[in-house]
């Protein structure tokens, strides 16, 4: 996690929160890459860049690709960094690039109560997608 420099001398005032999701075979590094960290530096948001239970593989919901259960991990995550900083939970975002954005797509079709936005750069069909047929998106 990120935590600009505002967030560590303002403790007491909520700010938003963006977790980024690394493609697949990549780590850390390569999310990181995209900037989130230091725009989050000049916006005032924390920035989250986890790891893949499997490094360099999301494991969607259904999908069987590994035997963890990365939904239940990223959602653990969130209410961690919840319980530590003041987070504004109606400025909780989630991106990802490839695979990782095939789990963004996956979290913010199954959960998204909890996400204001999602951002899906270069990812492919969610795993999920019939799952939207069938929610309510007014």
């Known amino acids: 996690e990120y935590i600009p420099k505002y967030v560590q001398d303002h403790p007491d005032t909520k700010v938003p929160m ?15 890459g995209l900037g989130f960290p230091y725009a989050g530096e ?6 989250v860049i986890p790891s893949a239970t499997i490094p360099g593989i999301w494991n969607e919901p259904y999908s069987k690709l590994t035997p963890y259960n990365d939904e239940e991990f990223l959602l653990k995550l969130i209410n961690n960094v919840e319980n530590h900083y ?7 975002y989630m991106s990802g690039i490839s695979l990782g954005a095939t789990m963004t797509a ?3 079709i199954l959960h998204p109560e909890i996400f204001a936005g999602i951002d899906i750069v270069a990812g492919g069909p969610s795993l999920n997608a019939d799952t939207v ?3 309510n998106l007014t």
């Open 18 to 32: 963006v977790m980024t999701l690394h493609a697949a075979g990549n780590n850390i590094e390569q999310a990181e």
């Open 42 to 47: 000049k916006a005032n948001f924390i920035t």
């Open 86 to 92: 003041l987070i504004n939970t109606e400025k909780v």
């Open 106 to 108: 996956d979290m913010g």
């Open 133 to 135: 047929s069938n929610m």
